[in-house]
């Protein structure tokens, strides 16, 4: 879309050793000072997100949290709040992954939280929402996906301070996608509920060989990607799909 650059951001989840996290960052890089038509973000493991900022830094790309708490410090052990990824210099942060919706049971109003605390830290929000199986197979995937947008993205809420991903729970890290038509469904759909001008990215199992035809899709503004985000080719080759 003409007005919404293509973003593509890598979740790396709970991967990556100091050495190849940063091999990984390097090599992610080099590729993207040479030459990148979108935005590219990358989500390392808290314990990665500084030396990786090292490595990035100059390069573009930019750096995101894969979660944070909605306080802006206390006493939550194991936790890291908004202002503690900016202060390492992050500019995003994933909110609302389902695998911390439905492995953790956190709440939409857990996750409406956590996106406040990002804007009162100066990230852009990424919001996952997504339908299980179940839910699309009982043809409520759309009202589903409308409830949990309706719950999470803060009142207020802007295009240049929130990004919505759309990632089907059944998706992620299977090798399955949906239909580009229930793509294009879903994608439109959201549009009707997020501010005018928010990108909406598609994530579950993009990958180089089916990147090109998921990004022109309409309303596709981009992808969040799991998996694939681990090799730097992979990655580079769906970035190039992008543009
Ligand atoms: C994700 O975890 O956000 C994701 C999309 O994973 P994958 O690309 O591996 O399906």
């Not at 493991?45 to 995101?64: Q, R």
């Not at 919706?101 to 990230?123: F, M, N, P, T, W």
Request: net charge negative.
């Amino acid at each position: 879309m003409a007005d919404r650059k293509t973003l593509v951001a890598g979740n790396w989840k709970m991967n990556g050793r100091r050495d190849d996290g940063l091999a990984l960052a390097r090599a992610i890089a080099e590729r993207a000072t040479a030459q990148h038509t979108c935005e590219l973000l990358v989500c390392p493991p808290a314990t990665l997100i500084v030396p990786v900022g090292e490595v990035l830094a100059g390069s573009d790309v930019a750096l995101g949290g894969q979660d944070c708490h909605a306080a802006a410090s206390g006493a939550f052990t194991g936790s890291i709040s908004a202002e503690m990824l900016r202060d390492a210099g992050c500019s995003h942060v994933i909110v609302g992954h389902s695998e911390r919706r439905h492995g953790l049971g956190e709440s939409d109003a857990d996750i409406q939280a956590k996106a406040l605390a990002a804007r009162r830290a100066g990230l852009v929000a990424i919001v996952c929402v997504g339908e299980t199986r179940a839910e699309r197979e009982a043809r409520v995937a759309i009202s589903v996906v409308a409830a949990q947008l309706a719950g999470s993205v803060p009142e207020g809420a802007a295009a240049d301070t929130l990004v919505i991903a759309y990632e089907p729970v059944w998706a992620i890290g299977t090798g399955l996608t949906p239909t580009n038509a229930d793509i294009t469904e879903m994608h439109a759909a959201i549009r009707g509920h997020i501010p005018a001008g928010t990108r909406i990215l598609y994530g579950g199992s993009v990958n180089p060989k089916n990147a090109a035809e998921i990004l022109a899709l309409p309303e596709v503004d981009g992808a969040l990607v799991g998996g694939a985000s681990l090799k730097a080719e992979d990655f580079w080759a769906i970035a190039r799909a992008a543009g």
